[in-house]
């Protein structure tokens, strides 16, 4: 073992027993490449930051622009920073109508925190609601919208009054009432396996919302920024939500989050007490740059377009498989965030681990050990759907070969 990994299993601080561990010395386009001189071909787009794809030269520039410029000059909201004032802007002409003022924070959870705190606020309501599988991240308040008890027991007691809807189910929905502050969900929830809405939820869940005069919260951290074959996944709805949570692909490559909501909400944050929300890094100049120039390539490439067409590419390749192999159960998705479902978690975990060793690199979910998930970066060419499609049935003809009835 190298001395550098020696180092990082001694001194990081380890969150799973079987970390993947690869030494990466760069990254460009889909891949990830490592000391050894491997090319890993990415499926999880950095666990969906990298859309645009690695090692984008616009992205890079900017940062360095910026950082010669100014790094931290004052806590978020006290001075006008030319990168922040303009990705704020044209974040409000990608999001729905209303919502036109974003506050950035520095990750997924912290937004989420954000979003919460601000629909308690703004309605003087206490109770939230959330939906049985979603993960919304794992600070305090993101954690207790989850309700797995595998992942909550060892913190709890976690937030008081966040309770959890079943997904799907317009029935559950009657339990959002007039002491509801807001209800958050993924559009398309991502560590559940990719749930995908049935027909008519969305917009029955925004009727219910408006009727008690409950916040409906967007957690796009996964879905945003053209994953899901538009810009935000809200688009696949004729629904908007009240605020929007952003994350991940929303800095380009570096630390950034944000939500965003109308005028009238995000005011309540400036009074009442002022400074009733603040953060020091959030919002970083540096962070604002990279993510700027990273929505740039998204729309002046058309990726969300893009995200639809390779999605739909990898779909049907991915039920192709499943109508082959028989230990393969269903296959799922909207645009570029795509699962493929065992019969067997046994399976799955070998699945992702041939395709490791083959230089590809997938996983499964967080409450799902037999779902794996994409989420390639949105720019795969032809040459990568071929590979993937040869490899994907090598890989399948390897496990049924040597798989115990
Ligand atoms: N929300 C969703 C839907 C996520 O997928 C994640 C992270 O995976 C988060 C929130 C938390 O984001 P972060 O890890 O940046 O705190």
Partial sequence: MSDLKQDFFRYVCQTSPEPMALEIVCAEGPYLITRDGRRYL??????????????????????????QAYLHPMVYGEVIMEPQVRYARRLADVLPGEIDVIYFINSGAEAVEGALKTARKFTGRQKLFSFDHAYHGDTFGALSCQSEPL??????????????????????????????AGVILEPVQGEGGVRIPDAGFMEALRERCTEVGALLIFDEVMTGFGRTGRMFALEHWPVAPDIVVMAKA????????????????????????????????????????????????????????????????????????????????????????????????????????????????????????????????????????????????????????????
Avoid at 52 to 57: D, K, M, N, P, Q
Avoid at 152 to 168: A, D, F, G, Q, S
């Fill in 42 to 67: 990415d499926l999880l787009a950095g666990i969906g930051v990298a859309n645009i794809g690695h090692g984008r030269e616009e992205v890079q520039r900017a940062i360095a622009e910026q950082s």
């Fill in 151 to 180: 992942y909550r027991r060892p913190y709890e007691p976690v937030v008081p009054e966040i309770h959890v809807l079943r997904w799907n189910d317009v029935g559950d929905l009657e339990r959002i009432d007039c002491d509801t």
């Fill in 250 to 405: 929303l800095g380009g490559g570096l630390p950034l989050g944000a939500f965003a909501g109308p005028r009238p909400v995000m005011q309540c944050l400036s009074t009442d007490p002022p400074l009733a929300h603040v953060t020091t890094f959030g919002g970083n100049p540096v962070s604002c740059a990279a993510g700027l120039a990273a929505l740039e390539i998204l729309q002046k490439e058309h990726l969300p377009a893009r995200a639809k067409t390779i999605g739909e590419a990898l779909l049907s390749l991915l039920q192709s498989l499943c109508q082959e192999f028989a230990f393969l159960k269903t296959a799922r998705g909207l645009g570029c965030l795509l699962a493929l479902e065992f019969h067997r978690a046994e399976d799955c975990q070998k699945f992702t681990r041939l395709c490791m060793q083959n230089g590809i690199i997938l996983g499964w979910t967080l409450f799902r050990d037999d779902v794996i998930r994409l989420a390639p970066p949105l720019i795969l060419q032809e040459t990568e759907l071929q590979l993937l499609d040869r490899l994907f049935r090598q890989v399948c003809r390897d496990i049924a070969k040597h798989r115990a009835p």
